[in-house]
């Protein structure tokens, strides 16, 4: 075999003996970087493509009920929404911090950032949990058991079938949402684990940067359904 053969192989060799993460498919790691992050902008754009159904049935909906949805609206609870949104902008800091300290090969850092952004997504569903719990006491759950003053905040008559989709839309949006929550969590954990073997290195990292790119999409879905659902005509 060549010198030169021999020295490629062994680079190789190294690469893999150092990192262990090539895959069989890729010439190097800088490759497969770059294949994964393609891979990973592309099902986020499917993402797009999905929650994009439910917001343009919110839109259609909100253009002609208009009345209904602001009064429906007024039964969220802002506060609680305004929180959690803080929490969710907190989360994407420490998730871009875990990200850093992985492109800086700082285990330390990345393990902390990574626990911080976990209890801060955990938090973000408890609080959710409180709100799903007062919607089903008050009422405002779609179904057989659904009520809803047909008197709006101003006085204006109400239709209660209108405010019934309303509250259809708010379920199915933050339901979405706190579904891909749970994954998100779930990967989280899966990267903890992985970041205290000291399987990151500041040569790879791609699955926490991956994960870097779900989170704040999800993070970023909410900061539309906040206002969108919690402010409607509370200027």
């Known amino acids: 075999m060549p010198v030169a053969s021999i020295g490629e192989s062994a680079g190789h060799g190294a690469t893999l003996g150092a990192h262990g993460r090539l895959g069989h498919q890729f010439d190097n790691l800088e490759q497969q ?31 002609a ?24 902008l907190s989360s994407s800091f420490t998730m871009a911090l875990a990200v850093r300290g992985a492109q800086l090969g700082r285990r330390g850092t990345q393990v902390v950032c990574l626990v911080l952004t976990l209890l ?47 509250f259809s839309l708010y379920f199915a949006l933050t339901g979405l949402h706190a579904l891909h929550m749970v994954i998100g969590a779930g990967l989280l954990l899966w990267l903890i684990r992985r970041a205290a073997r000291r399987e990151f290195s500041a040569e790879y990292h791609d699955p926490v940067e991956c994960v ?18 919690y402010l409607i005509g509370r200027h």
């Open 33 to 63: 970087r770059q294949s994964t992050s393609l891979g990973m902008w592309v099902f986020l754009v499917t993402e797009i493509m999905f929650f994009g159904g439910v917001f343009t049935a919110y839109t259609v909906y909100r253009a």
């Open 65 to 88: 009920y208009a009345s209904a949805f602001a009064a429906a609206s007024h039964h969220l609870d802002i506060r609680l929404g305004g929180f959690n949104t803080a929490v969710l």
């Open 120 to 166: 801060l997504g955990l938090v973000f569903l408890g609080v959710k949990g409180i709100e799903y719990e007062h919607k089903f006491v008050e009422g405002l759950f779609p179904g057989p058991g659904f009520q809803f003053p047909a008197v709006g905040v101003h006085g204006e008559a109400i239709d209660p079938r209108h405010a019934r989709i309303y």
């Open 212 to 229: 870097g790119l779900y989170w704040h999409f999800v993070d970023i879905v909410w900061i539309f359904l906040f206002p969108l659902l």
